[in-house]
């Protein structure tokens, strides 16, 4: 334990003898570290948010689209642009096959609107959603603050009312409290405030408070283009035990609604919870291996570094080495002493680049609207890879040194 100790000891001393050398054999570590760590972290950040963010919809939640939440490009985009739009027709008839059983909300959305209140505009770049009752039943993103919901008879009756997200409010009515009975203009059209949402914050950078509800039918008729006649639909199984056959039984009737012949396969995506956490930790992934594959990149040019001052200090240090193998130094004691060298030096490097990368890929997760979670994972691979890399770029070296002739080491000048 004492020679350990010795060893570890004479490790700090030659690094605080060349502390210009030392310094820049961290820095290079510790950025591929770094690479590896932020990467990592970040998508951790990102992966935990959002698998909370479908969690909250509920296990027993599905959703039926035209095209995939995630797409990945290829020609298959074609093949997505091409199907038939689900109509607001398709999706009363679903309603009314499956509603013993499931809850069907329908709802289409756009951006870049601007809302006005009497002497007040927001930029043009509020979300309009337009949807039914049911939808503040399936959705965690509609919980009312103040006022109401829309309610079925809003829907039937094509009522111009809305539910307005608390970005709207700050802009249009900054300093009233009571907003609900208000009137605004949504692209000039009137509309009445029957409800205010509770404030979500930011997710990925994107405000989920700047956002209005209205009636599905007043979205279709007042709002959307050809490109926006889409219905999205979410089902909600009134029984849980019996989500699996209440999935089957809506692709089914979707097919017939949609007039597939047996042979034809689904031109409409169903996607549960599950997949679509799959989807989105495919595309993070992408995010990883791209850090990873910079990480590894910089610490093998590192470690290419590391194995020239090694040389050098081998050099450097030989009437040293000379002395102590003349005083009966053995071999393996020289060649565990540059080895542990190298491995204090790379893992300084390393544990710097990991609180970096943790730190910063942290950090960032919070700006743009994650939460903070550290990677045990991430922290103990990238301390892991500091130490192979001490010890790959340190053998050759201390070899060579315990290698030297005691006489000739001597004899260096």
């Not at 970040?42 to 919809?57: A, C, G, M, R």
């Not at 109509?87 to 809850?103: C, G, V």
């Not at 240090?317 to 060649?335: H, S």
């Not at 491995?343 to 490097?349: A, D, P, R, S, Y």
């Amino acid at each position: 334990m004492e020679k350990f100790y010795d060893i570890i000891h004479q490790a700090f001393d030659s690094i605080r003898s060349q502390k210009l050398r030392a310094f820049f054999t961290l820095l290079s570590i510790a950025i591929g570290v770094f690479a590896i760590t932020f990467s990592g972290s970040l998508t951790n950040s990102i992966d935990s948010t959002v698998n909370k963010q479908i969690e909250s919809l509920g296990r027993y939640t599905f959703f039926i689209t035209r095209m995939p939440a995630i797409q990945m490009g290829g020609n298959d985009w074609f093949k997505y642009r091409n199907r038939p739009e689900i109509s607001y027709r398709q999706y009363l008839e679903l309603q009314e096959n499956i509603a013993d059983y499931a809850i069907v909300t329908g709802a289409a959305q756009s951006a870049g609107f601007v809302i006005k209140s009497s002497n007040l505009e927001t930029d043009p770049d509020v979300q309009l959603v337009g949807t039914d009752h049911n939808y503040f039943i399936t959705s965690s993103d509609a919980e009312i603050m103040e006022g109401r919901a829309l309610v079925q008879t809003d829907i039937e009756y094509h009522r111009n009312f809305a539910v307005v997200g608390n970005d709207v409010l700050v802009k249009i009515f900054p300093n009233e409290k009571n907003v609900v009975g208000k009137e605004i203009k949504i692209d000039n059209k009137p509309f009445t405030i029957v409800g205010t949402l509770k404030p979500k914050g930011a997710l990925l950078g994107q405000s989920q408070d700047n956002i209005i509800i209205i009636p599905l039918s007043q979205f279709l008729t007042k709002f959307s283009s050809q490109w926006e006649q889409d219905v999205n639909l979410i089902i909600k199984a009134n029984n849980p035990i019996e989500f699996s056959y209440i999935l089957d039984e809506t692709i089914g009737q979707m097919r017939i609604i949609r007039n597939l012949k047996p042979w034809q396969e689904n031109n409409f995506e169903i996607q549960t919870n599950e997949s679509l956490s799959d989807q989105f930790g495919s595309l993070t992934g992408y995010l990883t291996y791209f850090g990873v594959f910079c990480g590894i990149i910089a610490l093998i040019a590192a470690g290419v570094g590391i194995t020239n001052i090694m040389l050098i200090t081998v050099k450097e240090r030989t009437r040293e080495i000379g002395i102590r193998k003349a005083v009966g130094a053995k071999k393996r004691l020289i060649v565990l002493q540059f080895v542990s060298e190298t491995i204090v030096l790379t893992l300084l490097g390393g544990l710097f680049g990991t609180i970096f990368g943790v730190v910063v890929g942290g950090g960032l997760g919070i700006f743009v609207g994650t939460s903070f979670t550290i990677s045990v994972k991430w922290v103990l691979i990238s301390l892991s890879i500091s130490v192979l890399l001490g010890l790959a770029s340190g053998v050759f070296p201390a070899y060579k040194a315990a290698s030297l002739d005691p006489v000739d080491a001597l004899r260096y000048e």
